[in-house]
């Protein structure tokens, strides 16, 4: 039971620690000087997910982490980098999980090829049940 009620303490302490206490990194609420720059920043950011909100993007969350990744973002591009050498940046730090399209991979293909099983099956099961019914 201590161990239980323990293991509950440490995750609502971690969710707790989630925002921290020092100031926003100066890009993370700021947009670029350069509104090419800027629309292919938040364009990015739209596609990013928040590791902290897990279901919003970093464009959308107010988590401290989003606004970091935020910042990073708009640092990288007004750098020059293209959006798709950030991405690619963004996913080998903090893995595949950050992107809302995650690529084709052994680790992601059940991702991919469910759905398309799901339907199949769908279609299988309907065509027998339409059969008997007219037959």
């Not at 989630?18 to 629309?39: F, H, K, R």
């Not at 963004?90 to 992601?108: A, F, I």
């Amino acid at each position: 039971m201590r161990r239980a009620l323990a293991a509950v303490a440490l995750l609502l302490a971690g969710t707790a620690q989630a925002d921290s206490s020092l100031p926003a990194s100066p890009l993370a609420y700021t947009q670029l000087p350069d509104p090419a720059q800027e629309a292919q920043a938040k364009a990015l950011m739209e596609t990013l997910r928040c590791l902290v909100c897990q279901g919003q993007s970093i464009a959308d969350s107010d988590a401290d982490m989003a606004g970091e990744m935020r910042a990073l973002v708009r640092q990288r591009v007004a750098a020059g980098e293209r959006p798709a050498q950030v991405r690619k940046w963004l996913m080998d730090r903090y893995g595949d999980y950050v992107t809302y399209d995650p690529p084709l991979s052994w680790v992601t293909a059940p991702l991919w090829i469910a759905p398309l099983l799901l339907l199949g099956i769908g279609l299988f099961l309907a065509r027998r049940l339409f059969r008997r019914r007219t037959a």
